[in-house]
């Protein structure tokens, strides 16, 4: 059973940068297309970014492009998010998801989630 666990997350000033950590235990992730959504209160979750199993196709949230990098090391078993630039409306609980399937930012198509971790921009 792949399980997934989320890392990285913290407080940090408007402006600056975190990097996020999917790490996958129980199976091999490189067989996995895994996606990074995110969901603040009182709001809908919203794909933020995902990734092809091979690393060789990736996509953005138009409210992300530019800001945030997503990559994976299949040696590692593991996915990152490397969020620059952070903003105020970046705040929310950040997911990683996977589905042995096509990279996409609709939530609903990914089966294995992890438990999240809290990301806050605040001066």
């Known amino acids: 059973q792949l399980q997934l666990v989320e890392s990285g997350g913290g407080l940090v000033q408007p402006g600056g940068s975190l990097r996020l950590a999917c790490a996958a235990s129980g199976v091999t992730l490189d067989h996995y297309a895994v996606g990074w959504f995110r969901q603040a209160p009182g709001k809908e979750r919203e794909g933020v970014s995902c990734?092809?199993?091979?690393?060789?196709?990736?996509s953005y949230a138009a409210a992300v492009n530019g800001r945030f990098t997503i990559s994976r090391d299949n040696a590692k078993n593991t996915v990152y998010l490397q969020m620059n630039s952070l903003k105020p409306e970046d705040t929310a609980i950040y997911f990683c998801?996977?589905?042995?399937?096509?990279?996409?930012?609709?939530?609903?198509?990914?089966?294995?989630w992890g438990q999240g971790t809290q990301v806050t921009v605040s001066s």
């Open positions: 998801a996977a589905v042995w399937g096509m990279a996409t930012l609709k939530s609903n198509f990914y089966n294995y």
């Open positions: 990734i092809s199993h091979s690393g060789g196709s990736t």
